[in-house]
């Protein structure tokens, strides 16, 4: 007797909001071929894309991106383009095409413009306070009381590049890219701040107008944070999707290792110390508009032919070009789902997939201020999983302390009694190791998966937390000297290749396309707030605490990070082949992952490893369904 398997029963709304069977699938394939083909021919003459792409390439593209081992096994596809396909499974990123290699360089040079505006300030900290009349005292243990108002205006003027990042530069990034037609426009706006800023702090002759290019500076630093693993993420092929997006890490730890470099080769000048990131600055000008625009940002505006020939120059390969284009759009008629408030405008048969009249989606689209997106973030069960998930990965990369030893390493290591130039060999240390080490995520972010390499990293950073304020201790100064410097290579091992690389590239994976910008943009909120936080609260808590339970408080605040990673931040164990399938991954709902974890997880590696029982393999959350699952069976 016939019968049908489990996930053909479910209906889309099922798999978007509750999907407790935690089924991740691709939606062309509850869609009949001889469906698929009949909508792609009216897709193709409703667009106007007769002049773009030949119907029977788009046709092709469509039936791959449905079910590619029967199109190739049917030999649907020519000679020349089932080459195209093997060679796209085995390419590496410097065998893509020209087009994908100037985008990616475009947004290294925007990481390494990340990182250097960040580090820029820390080789001028211990000078430029002085030519402004602070007195921040940090010689002792004790401070004059009359100085403490100075701690809290040079605490200030390091922390307001990352308020401004976090409560204006990042939600700009949905705006800009409106208003300024696309992520390259916006990422263009971000670099002219930049450049602007840094160039500013080094004509400064007050705290004040130094913290009011600051200011700026951070506004900038705060859209390209939210822009740039967007616009990778969007273009990038999706078998080297991860490790492309770690470029986005590793760019800003470079830039972070120049701008430490630069106070020990331009010495006793902190001003050119502290306005040289215009030099990267000057350089993201020149590329940002070398390369294409997002094809999925250009498929979310309906236009589907600047899409594809982005595509094509992106592929090298019209079918391949042609299977993303139809893939796309797919996912973003799924995604009505979720934005449709009138349930008449989609049309969903039996479990197929559903249809939105094309002038409803755009007038979805087009009603979906930035407001209304906003509070979607909260408000749609599939978004608010995200939102949360996103929130905890930013997060927990601020309670790991990394920050304390980025953005304040000079004054925790001068108060510690190391001389300012060795403080400065240490810093330049920590952001060469940490360029050196999140490299290794270039190689395992695919195969282990991001969640994994996140709870690594937390949990290999909580000893060496401890250990480094310990080390602090030692009685002798060049024991202090080599125990801190070991720690701190052994920590930011630890750190760089999860917690620095993993957060902005997980966030900017996860949202669905219509909300990817607001998304991102809020998760970078989060960051950069917490990274504010520290920057005024470090310099006055190393006066009341010390190094040693500084550096304690942030093990504790770094094991809470992991158990909130661990309960409720979503990851699966194989890679997530597009950023489509996500929507099914954050289905699966939050009671249903916190459960998973406490009574199947933790019971399971319990039994395995410390009471070193045979057990069963554990059984994974998500499954991918198949083709096959809709078909009935007969047993």
Not at 3 to 15: D, G, I, K, M, N
Not at 36 to 42: C, E, H, K, S, V
Not at 560 to 570: D, E, S, Y
Request: glycine content about 6%; aromatic content about 10%.
């Amino acid at each position: 007797m016939a019968r049908q398997s489990v996930t053909a029963e479910l209906p889309f709304h099922r798999l978007l909001r509750n999907n407790d069977l935690g089924i991740i699938e691709n939606p062309l394939r509850r869609v009949h071929e001889d469906d698929l083909i009949a909508d792609i021919r009216n897709f193709h003459h409703e667009y106007s894309l007769k002049d773009i792409v030949d119907v029977d390439v788009l046709i092709r593209g469509g039936l791959l991106a449905r079910d590619e081992e029967a199109t190739v096994t049917e030999g649907r596809l020519s000679d020349v383009e089932v080459s195209a396909l093997e060679r796209e499974k085995s390419t590496r990123i410097w065998d893509e095409s020209k087009e994908l290699k100037v985008i990616l360089l475009t947004c290294c040079v925007g990481s390494v413009v990340q990182g250097w505006a960040q580090g820029a300030i820390v080789g001028a900290n211990q000078l430029w306070p002085a030519e402004f009349g602070l007195i921040i005292g940090l010689t002792g243990p004790k401070e004059p009381e009359g100085h403490m108002n100075d701690i809290w205006r040079f605490s200030a003027t390091n922390a307001i590049v990352y308020f401004a990042a976090s409560s204006i530069g990042a939600l700009l990034c949905d705006p800009l890219t409106e208003i300024f037609m696309g992520r390259r426009g916006a990422l263009f706006v971000a670099a002219i701040m930049t450049f602007t800023a840094s160039i500013g702090e080094g004509f400064t002759h007050s705290w004040q107008a130094l913290f009011a290019c600051r200011f700026l500076l951070g506004i900038g630093m705060g859209a390209k944070s939210s822009i740039i693993p967007v616009l990778e993420s969007e273009i990038s092929p999706a078998r080297l999707r991860g490790q492309i997006l770690t470029s986005w890490q590793t760019g800003t730890a470079l830039g972070i290792a120049i701008s430490a470099i630069v106070p020990l080769i331009v010495t006793g000048s902190w001003r050119f110390t502290i306005a040289s990131s215009f030099i990267p600055a000057a350089m993201l000008l020149a590329l940002v508009f070398v390369g294409s625009e997002s094809p999925r940002w250009l498929a979310k505006k309906q236009r589907y032919s600047d899409a594809y020939k982005v595509l094509q120059r992106l592929r090298e390969s019209p079918v391949l070009a042609a299977r993303d284009l139809i893939r796309i759009r797919a996912q973003l008629d799924v995604e009505t789902i979720l934005f449709t408030r009138n349930a008449n405008d989609v049309i969903e048969l039996g479990n197929e997939l559903p249809h939105l009249d094309a002038q409803a989606y755009r007038r979805e689209i087009s009603l979906a201020g930035y407001g209304r997106r906003i509070i979607q973030l909260f408000t749609i069960p599939r978004v608010r999983r995200s939102t949360l998930a996103s929130f905890i990965v930013m997060s927990a990369q601020q309670l790991s302390g990394v920050n304390v030893f980025a953005f304040l390493a000079s004054t925790l290591f001068e108060f510690a009694g190391i001389s300012h130039k060795r403080s400065l060999w240490l810093f330049f240390g920590f952001g060469l190791a940490n360029f050196v080490f999140s490299a290794i995520a270039y190689f395992y972010i695919d195969s282990k998966g991001r969640r994994f390499l996140l709870m690594l990293s937390l949990a290999a950073m909580f000893p060496l937390l401890l250990a480094s304020g310990f080390a602090f201790k030692a009685s002798s100064t060049n024991v202090e000297n080599a125990l801190v410097a070991t720690f701190l290579v052994l920590y930011t091992l630890a750190y760089s290749p999860g917690a620095g690389v993993v957060p902005f590239l997980y966030s900017s994976e996860i949202f669905p396309q219509v909300l990817r910008e607001v998304g991102m943009a809020w998760a970078s909120a989060v960051c950069w707030m917490g990274a504010g936080i520290l920057a005024l609260t470090v310099p006055r808590l190393i006066h009341a605490l010390g190094q040693t339970a500084l550096l304690c408080l942030f093990a504790g605040l770094d094991a809470f990070a992991l158990l909130m990673v661990w309960l409720l931040v979503p990851g699966t164990e194989r890679q997530i082949s597009t950023m489509e399938e996500m929507n099914y991954v954050f289905g699966v709902t939050t009671k249903k992952h916190m459960h998973y974890q406490l009574k199947e997880v933790a019971p399971w590696y319990y039994s395995r490893y410390v009471r070193r029982q045979r057990v069963e393999d554990l059984a994974p959350l998500y499954r991918y369904a198949k083709l096959k699952d809709t078909a009935a069976e007969d047993q």
